[in-house]
């Protein structure tokens, strides 16, 4: 497997607090893509972020990429108990589209 | 856009039967993805058209499985004599296809197959 054991993990938390999920690789890869998935549902996009961003936004959501260290991580601030799901990170390679994920993160999120 | 579909949504299949599952990429994605996804190995790579045309097939069980892409609207992933451990979600993805990772691939909803 790429992915360090630590990437595989559960998370439980009230609605409201904050949290950051954390995967490291072992491939090099300049892309990684953080996707979500709903129970019954497809993983959907999240955020993409590459090595020359190191850090990026959206709403509530900003995502992290070392490729130093080969790792990424994904923080939500304020959660919603919708935010409940399975967090996913991905490396991207950039000359096929191939997606090579990790082991993910189930989150809850209690209201 | 209605996004990548995919048919059925749970399949049933008894074992030693034949399993077909269908996607719809997107209008204007030329890169379509298929992977499975276990409790046990989690989201894994299958294969990969780009215009149709096989570009990686190296997570493909050597045996029993196959896809094709005949158009640019379809591709089916086929499992021939179903086995038990096959039962999983099988999830099919687009992409425009472009380098550069302008747009990683957007899912479809998955087919549940299940094998008794």
């Known amino acids: 497997s790429q992915w360090g054991e630590e990437n595989l993990q559960a998370l439980s938390i009230q609605e409201g607090e904050d949290v950051t999920m954390n995967c490291s690789y072992k491939?090099?890869?300049?892309?990684v893509q953080w996707y979500r998935q709903k129970s019954g549902k497809g993983p959907a996009q999240l955020i993409l972020?590459?090595?020359?961003?190191r850090e990026k936004r959206s709403g509530r959501l900003r995502a992290t990429l070392d490729t130093s260290s080969q790792s990424s991580s994904l923080s939500i601030t304020g959660t919603l108990a919708t935010d409940t799901a399975v967090y996913f990170c991905a490396t991207y390679n950039t000359n096929t589209g191939k997606l090579t994920f990790g082991d993910g993160t189930v989150l809850t999120v209690k209201p | 856009n209605a996004g990548v579909i995919q048919t059925p949504r749970h399949k049933v299949t008894g074992k030693g039967q034949e399993a077909t599952l269908w996607c719809e990429p997107i209008s204007g994605h030329s890169a379509v993805f298929w992977y499975r996804q276990t409790i046990v190995q989690g989201l894994e790579f299958l294969t990969y058209f780009r215009n149709q045309a096989p570009i990686d097939d190296s997570g493909m069980p050597k045996e029993r499985f196959s896809a094709q892409m005949p158009n640019q609207s379809h591709s089916t992933l086929k499992i021939q004599s179903t086995q038990p451990q096959d039962s999983a979600v099988y999830l099919c993805?687009?992409?425009?296809?472009?380098?550069?990772?302008?747009?990683?691939?957007?899912f479809g909803e998955g087919t549940r197959l299940s094998v008794l």
């Open positions: 993805a687009s992409s425009l296809g472009g380098t550069g990772g302008n747009q990683a691939p957007l």
């Open positions: 491939t090099y890869t300049t892309v």
């Open positions: 972020i590459r090595s020359n961003e």
